[in-house]
């Protein structure tokens, strides 16, 4: 039974989604949002990234339109990143997302303490510890 307004997520979607919502892509995402970076200011901001992970991820939402890459004509030659007015109308539904996270990480942080100790109880009775 298929409607036209049931969400499909499709190979495509998967793909995308994958590359916008990564852990890196968020934290690009959310500094590119209050200003125009170069390299080394991302890599400054985001401190855990490698460089090799932050250059993917740059190709990645450049590729998808999210951000764009201009070169600046400065001596030495720079490269800056900015958000591109596709990229701003993820803020809305990240900032969703988020709320709900922080909303419903107590119920989640349970369910899996629950999840947990059922696991270890599971393995205690399969290897015969009591």
């Known amino acids: ?6 969400l499909r997520i499709d190979a495509p979607h998967r793909e995308l989604l994958d590359q916008i919502l990564d852990k890196w892509s968020l934290s690009v995402l959310n500094e590119l949002c209050e ?10 901001a985001i401190p855990q990234v490698t460089q090799k992970s932050l250059t993917s991820t740059l190709r ?3 590729r998808n339109g999210v951000i764009a890459r201009e070169v600046v004509s400065t001596r030495p030659v720079a490269v800056r990143y900015r958000i591109t007015p596709l990229g701003k109308t993820l803020r809305h539904p990240i900032d969703v997302l988020l709320a709900w996270a922080t909303q419903n990480m107590p119920a989640v942080e349970r369910a899996r303490e629950g999840f947990d100790g059922q696991e270890e109880e599971k393995a205690g009775v399969s290897s015969g510890v009591l």
């Open 60 to 62: 990645r939402l450049e």
């Open 35 to 44: 200003r125009p970076c170069r390299f080394n200011e991302l890599r400054r």
């Open 1 to 6: 039974m298929d409607t036209a307004d049931e």
